[in-house]
Structures are given as C-alpha cells and as structure tokens.
Nanobody
Framework: QVHLVESGGGSVQPGGSLRLSCAASGSISMVYGMGWFRQAPGKQRELVAKITSGGSTNYADSVKGRFTISRDNGKNTVYLQMDNLKPEDTAVYYC?????????????WGQGTQVTVSS
C-alpha cells in the first residue's frame, strides 16, 4: 500500500509563488521517479514536472524557467516550487510515484491540491 499526501496549494495573485510538497509512505521504493501533474476544469491531466531517483528532471514547456521540482529521498518527499504563477496555472495538482510522463500515466496518485491564480 502506497500513500501520497500533498500540501501547499492555495490561492495566489499572478506573479506570486507557491511551494507544493508530497510525502510518500507505505511499501515504496524511492528508486521510482516522482512527479507532479495537473488537471484544469474541462482539460486532460498533464505532466508538469518529473524527477528521477538520481535527480534528472523533466518539465512541461509551459512551466520551464518558472517551476522547480526537487526531492528529498531521506524524507520520501518531492517538492514543486512554483514562481511567477499565471492564471493558466490554475488547476488541481497531483503528486505521482512511479508513473510515466505520457498517458496512460499509471503509478500511484495523491488526492490532489488546488492551486488558484487570480487577481
């Protein structure tokens, strides 16, 4: 059983910042990649960023230069630092463990955390 718990979502004005955290527990292996995905109303779930166990990263073009993914294997936690947020970043953000970067993503999912960017 794998359990992922996200935190750090909320409401922010355009240009602001938020930091999401995702703590993993249960029968997990941190050799798996971890990632953040998001889903806006009426849209498909999409990859935001992913990080391998070795620290290699992959970002969606729309967030490159604004978002930074990192992980602390000792704490079984992955982070997403989001800077210069835009209204189009508004979505529910989901943490993922062990999934792929293209559909079907698979892996394990957290419950999601809402991020709203609005003036």
């Amino acid at each position: 059983q794998v359990h992922l718990v996200e935190s750090g979502g909320g409401s922010v004005q355009p240009g602001g910042s938020l930091r999401l955290s995702c703590a993993a527990s249960g029968s997990i292996s941190m050799v798996y990649g971890m990632g953040w995905f998001r889903q806006a109303p009426g849209k498909q779930r999409e990859l935001v960023a992913k990080i391998t166990s070795g620290g290699s990263t992959n970002y969606a073009d729309s967030v490159k230069g604004r978002f930074t993914i990192s992980r602390d294997n000792g704490k079984n936690t992955v982070y997403l630092q989001m800077d210069n947020l835009k209204p189009e970043d508004t979505a529910v953000y989901y943490c993922n463990l062990g999934g792929r970067i293209v559909p079907p993503f698979g892996g394990y999912w957290g419950q999601g955390t809402q991020v709203t960017v609005s003036s």
